[in-house]
Every structure is written in C-alpha cells, then in structure tokens.
C-alpha cells in the first residue's frame, strides 16, 4: 500500500458523514507504519472501543470504511477464522466487524458485516510479521504469498462491494 496522510483518510470515508469522518481518531503512528507490507490500513479507535476504521487502495482511489464490533467477550479455548488472512485466533481476536452501506440504504440502517481479525493485522499476519499469543495460528498453505495476498484483496473487495449494494 502506498503511504497515506491524514487528509487522504479524512476523505476516503464511504459510509459517514464528512463532520464524522473529521472527528474520528487516526493512528498517532501513521508514519511509522509498514506501508510496503500492508494490503489495507486498519486500525482500533482508541477513544470508541467498539470502533475500527479501515482504509484500503480500490481501482486507484483509497476507499475507508467505518466498522463496529460486538462487545461481547468469548471463551479463551473458543477460536475463530479471519475471513480474509485465514488466520485463527482464539477468544476475541476475530470479531463480526459490520459496516453502514454507503448512501440511502445505509441512511436506512442496512449493514455488511465480514469476520475479521479484530486488530485489523491481517496483512502482518499473513507475512508472518505477526504471530498470534496463545492457540491461534496461521494455517499452512501452498499457495504463494503474491496468491495469498491477492486472495486477501480480492475478499476485502467483495466486503467493500457489498457497502455499495
């Protein structure tokens, strides 16, 4: 992914208003993020805890997305699959991130919603740059690291696709 700045964020966002999107939170580590091996930026909103933002490069314009997440706590022995990295995590590092629609219907209240690694990691996950504490894991794959992300990407998009539906 390319380097971003805080402006290229604020105006990405497809599924909140500009006075939303000028209020929320941004990493305090914007430019010291591994752009060369990030497929998507995403991050928590520290001062929202049920709020993560994602930002990600689509037909050569950055698209962001505002998510939600349940609250609720699981078990540490439960384990879930990140629909997009295929990494397991166990109790809460994979959550049900939903988004608004963009436009009318998400003025409607309509919604999408993807497993997703709750730390937004998924694109350290899948280099190996990051490991996941405890029973998680990565699986093993014979495909390439260009097919996996390729499939990570491909999968984002169609997550994305559906907030325009």
């Excluded at 990493?27 to 091996?37: A, G, I, K, V």
């Excluded at 520290?46 to 505002?66: F, I, Q, W």
């Excluded at 093993?140 to 097919?147: K, N, P, Q, R, Y």
């Amino acid at each position: 992914m390319k380097p971003v700045t805080e402006k290229d964020i604020r105006t990405s966002f497809i599924n909140c208003s500009k006075g939303e999107a000028k209020r929320l939170s941004l990493p305090r580590d914007l430019t010291e993020q591994p752009w060369d091996d990030l497929d998507f930026l995403g991050w928590r909103d520290p001062a929202a805890p049920n709020r993560s933002y994602l930002v990600a490069e689509r037909e050569d314009r950055l698209v962001g997305v505002a998510l939600r997440f349940p609250a609720q706590q699981r078990g540490f022995l439960h384990r879930s699959m990140c629909s997009l990295c295929l990494t397991t995590h166990p109790g809460n590092g994979v959550s049900l991130l939903t988004a608004r629609k963009a436009g009318a219907a998400g003025r409607e209240g309509n919604s999408a919603g993807a497993y997703i690694c709750t730390d937004l990691a998924c694109s350290l996950y899948l280099r190996g740059l990051k490991t996941v504490d405890g029973i998680g894991a990565r699986l093993h794959e014979s495909l390439s690291l260009e097919e996996q992300t390729a499939r990570l990407r491909a999968r984002l998009t169609e997550f994305i696709d559906k907030l325009y539906e």
